[in-house]
């Protein structure tokens, strides 16, 4: 089936330093990767869509410059938390779809915890 | 602004009973209705999907219903097993692709 690996799994950063989250298809291409946090006892949160080789597209309320995206190839995504500050910990999960899974078949990462202190 | 929410919060049963979870959203106009299975810490695994015109679907002893006019959909889990025990997540798709996931219900089934 459609694997997409994610990485790290966790990561503990100081204040003020950048983070950056991968995500990659293994096995089919993603020309569009979403990229939800969550946090603690809550639902998945939209952050962006990207599409391969185009700007994300942000949702209402996200900082496109702290949280930057990109998916410069059809197999990688990357998330980068910028000047990242204790409010940013949560637990970042990325999701991919292409041509092969269907319109709406999508699959997720295994998701990365971000602690910053 | 569709809004998903889904009762129980949590749920703790023994094992082999049968248990329903509950979801409801806002806004009827959805392309479709999701299920997801998300182990703590980990990602999500999806279980079944709901088009918009459809009612119901079924996959081994998982059966997801869905309302569109009342706006709600239900999972039914027959003969819970501990392997079961995780969080539920629905999800209702508003646009191409786009997903507004629930609040969850965190299921324990104890053997």
């Known amino acids: 089936g459609a694997v997409v690996s994610q990485h790290p799994s966790w990561v503990i950063c100081k204040s003020g330093t950048s983070v950056k989250i991968e995500c990659r298809s293994l096995?089919?291409?993603?020309?569009?990767m979403f990229w939800y946090r969550q946090f603690p006892k809550q639902s998945l949160m939209l952050m962006a869509t990207?599409?391969?080789?185009?700007?994300?597209?942000?949702e209402q309320g996200v900082e496109k410059d702290k949280f930057l995206i990109n998916h410069a190839s059809l197999t990688l995504s990357t998330l980068t938390v910028t000047s990242a500050h204790p409010e940013d910990s949560s637990f970042y999960i990325c999701?991919?779809?292409?041509?092969?899974?269907?319109?709406?078949?999508?699959?997720f990462g295994s998701g990365t915890r971000l602690t910053v202190v | 602004k569709q809004e998903v929410t889904q009762i129980p919060a949590a749920l703790s049963v023994p094992e082999g009973e049968n248990l329903v979870l509950n979801c409801s959203f806002t806004d009827s106009a959805i392309y479709n209705l999701q299920w997801f299975r998300q182990d703590p810490g980990k990602g999500l695994t999806s279980l079944l999907l709901?088009?918009?015109?459809?009612r119901e679907q079924t996959s081994g002893r998982l059966n997801a219903s869905l309302d569109k006019s009342s706006g709600r959909s239900t999972l039914y889990i027959a003969a819970s097993q501990p392997g079961d025990s995780a969080t539920y997540l629905c999800a209702a798709s508003t646009g191409f692709q786009k997903l507004v996931f629930g609040t969850g219900t965190r299921l324990l089934v104890s053997p």
């Open positions: 999701s991919a779809t292409g041509a092969t899974l269907g319109n709406y078949g999508y699959t």
């Open positions: 709901i088009q918009s015109s459809q």
């Open positions: 096995d089919f291409q993603a020309t569009t």
């Open positions: 990207s599409n391969e080789g185009s700007k994300a597209t942000y």
